[in-house]
């Protein structure tokens, strides 16, 4: 960690009207006194991503990048090319040994990284994770929303899309990938609540973050049961792997998807019909909450971090702890539904 400025010079040079104007994150509200820095210091906070150079964590970047330039803590994303624990894990190793700070981190698969997010907590460094609420080897974990609660509405539109009935399959990055899992869980809960009538075609897919994964796989379980009619998607590549698949084979119209997305991946899809719904929560501001956290993390604010805070980020002014036997799992509010009508209003 280095010194650099005053915390008055911080409130007047952090949030000026500049930064307001330029960063993908809106900060107008933003809850300044929790990420103060008390002695003059700047920190070095690493984002570490399941897969670098895809759109959804290109989005992420931008929010990590803002907090730096808002802050002037020296804050940066990495993460392997594809979708790989391991790489992810030898990533993580090198910050330790670089000696950071903080470590935010979305994992790939939760149970491989938990050692060596135990070995960088024990070494000092403050670990916060996104996407993990099953995590036990970080200082916080903050989610965007309750995963359960996300894949129930999913499936709300999907099963009115169909219907009620027909047959459906489900995708997920990895079967390790806990959130993901539980907006499946949801997804299936409520179907089998509301629509008795449709059924799981088969195991959940798992195509690791990778929209042609998503395509072949999709396309192997289609040509193998050709009455499918729907798809819901857990990881945000899938909106594109299925777009393409449902285009390619004209079957706009006749089979419905509802799943994690971003209208910079799956625009063309919703202007052709091919994908109906589209669910996600804006990466950007995640990335920037997670740093947040870091920093009044290791201000030893811990006091502040619980039920209740506002960060003062959109979906984030109100977190919650819903198991108390966890209250380190923070969860905000932060999803929104996206169709070819409201498309227009997202530019990411």
Do not use: C
Request: hydrophobic share 40%; charged share 20%.
């Amino acid at each position: 960690m280095k010194n650099f400025m005053s915390v008055p010079l911080l409130g007047v040079m952090a949030f000026g009207s500049a930064a307001l104007a330029e960063g993908p994150v809106d900060v107008s509200n933003v809850n300044s006194e929790l990420i103060e820095t008390a002695e003059d210091t700047e920190y070095t906070i690493a984002t570490v991503v399941k897969v670098d150079g895809i759109a959804w964590f290109d989005r992420m970047r931008e929010g990590v990048e803002q907090f730096a330039e808002d802050t002037g803590h020296d804050t940066y994303m990495v993460g392997p090319s594809q979708a790989d624990a391991a790489a992810q894990v030898q990533m993580i190793e090198n910050l330790i040994a670089q000696g950071v700070d903080a470590i935010t981190v979305v994992p790939f698969s939760v149970e491989a990284v938990e050692p060596v997010l135990k070995k960088a907590r024990d070494q000092g460094i403050v670990v916060i994770s996104h996407e993990a609420s099953n995590i036990q080897n970080a200082d916080y974990d903050i989610e965007a929303f309750d995963n359960f609660a996300y894949g129930q509405n999913l499936m709300k539109v999907l099963g009115e899309a169909m219907g009620g009935e027909g047959k459906y399959v489900a995708t997920v990055g990895s079967l390790t990938s806990k959130s993901q899992m539980e907006w499946i869980d949801g997804a299936v809960a409520y179907q089998e609540e509301n629509f008795p009538d449709m059924t799981l075609a088969m195991d959940r897919l798992e195509t690791y973050d990778d929209a042609n994964q998503d395509y072949t796989k999709l396309k192997e379980a289609f040509t193998a049961q050709s009455d499918i009619t729907g798809i819901v998607g857990g990881p945000m590549p899938t909106s594109a792997g299925a777009g393409r698949m449902i285009t390619e084979s004209g079957l706009e119209g006749q089979v419905h998807f509802a799943g994690t997305g971003l209208v910079s991946v799956a625009g063309e899809y919703l202007e052709n019909g091919a994908v109906e719904y589209i669910q996600f929560w804006d990466p950007a501001v995640a990335g920037y909450a997670m740093n947040m956290l870091a920093v009044a993390a290791l201000e030893g604010r811990q006091d502040q971090i619980q039920a209740g805070l506002n960060l003062g980020l959109e979906g984030y002014e109100d977190l919650t702890a819903p198991d108390e036997s966890a209250p380190h799992k923070l969860y905000g509010a932060g999803w929104v539904g996206v169709t070819s009508e409201n498309m227009g209003e997202y530019d990411f």
